[in-house]
């Protein structure tokens, strides 16, 4: 297992500067998001370039942070086709350079038919799978020219919201440039909690070979709703999960979402040691 952190949790900075601050936590790897990450950046949309990544990348490169993941987190059922057109092209921009960033993954969600992605109802109708597929088809295509993979993030509140879901899209597109960004606690909400052990089961069973990095953070159930804390300090176990990584996915890169510098090191504590007596 390599444990690494979403790098905007550490602050929007010059590259040398927040990949400096990552690598002092003894960490390996982090997502990047370049407009939340990167000082100096706002939009990326047209201005990358083998010169660009290969700036950035090697400023995490010489503190042996690897690139995991390159977010490119679009809405591909957008409601208005133009705005769903600019976020395929976005996301196709991203897998044109990746590799140039010394990393081969850019990740997304599949999206919501509300333009702030909060729920709506439709998300787990038929007419926005189909459309949800188109979207990604096109995304995967642009991926096996430049031999790169598209993750996909599953999300309860979204498109691919359950396990099966997530299998029956990996069915639908059958490209190994398809894979998983799997964070369990995002196919749990106040209604389903209880059953996360069944649904770390059920992803691992179905999809578990097509998982490339892995998302871990935790939650309590607080007046009816998720809330974020601490890794450790909430209902996640990790036992299971880690136990299921270890010997399905050895040497995975794990990114510990909603940190910061100053819990960091009490995530990656709990983590090891979890991995340790999975």
Request: charged share 25%; proline share 4%; with cysteine.
């Amino acid at each position: 297992m390599r444990i690494g952190v979403r790098a905007h949790d550490f602050g929007k900075l010059p590259a040398a500067v927040l990949a400096e601050r990552i690598a002092r936590k003894g960490l390996s790897c982090v997502q990047l998001t370049l407009h939340e990450a990167i000082e100096g950046i706002e939009s990326v949309r047209g201005r990358m370039s083998p010169g660009f990544a290969y700036a950035i990348s090697d400023a995490f490169r010489r503190r042996n942070i690897q690139i995991a993941v390159l977010s490119c987190y679009i809405n591909p059922i957008h409601p208005d086709p133009a705005e769903r057109r600019a976020g395929i092209d976005l996301f196709k921009e991203h897998l044109r350079f990746v590799r140039d960033f010394g990393c081969g993954v850019v990740a997304t969600e599949t999206g919501s038919l509300n333009p702030d992605f909060s729920f709506h109802p439709g998300n787990h109708s038929e007419e926005s799978f189909q459309l949800m597929l188109r979207s990604l088809g096109e995304m995967v295509e642009e991926a096996e020219k430049f031999g790169a993979t598209v993750a996909v993030e599953g999300v309860v509140n979204f498109v691919a919201s359950d396990p099966k879901r997530i299998r029956r899209m990996l069915d639908s597109i059958s490209s190994r440039n398809l894979q998983v960004l799997f964070d369990p606690v995002n196919l749990l909400n106040a209604e389903n909690h209880g059953e996360r052990t069944r649904i770390i089961e059920d992803s691992f069973e179905l999809f578990g070979d097509r998982i490339v990095a892995l998302h871990a953070k935790d939650f309590r159930i607080e007046n009816g709703r998720m809330a974020s804390v601490p890794l450790g300090e909430g209902l996640m176990d990790y036992g299971l999960l880690l136990r299921l990584l270890k010997v399905r996915k050895p040497l995975m890169n794990v990114i510990v979402e909603d940190t910061n510098p100053a819990t960091i090191t009490r995530s990656m504590r709990h983590l090891t040691a979890s991995y340790a007596s999975a």
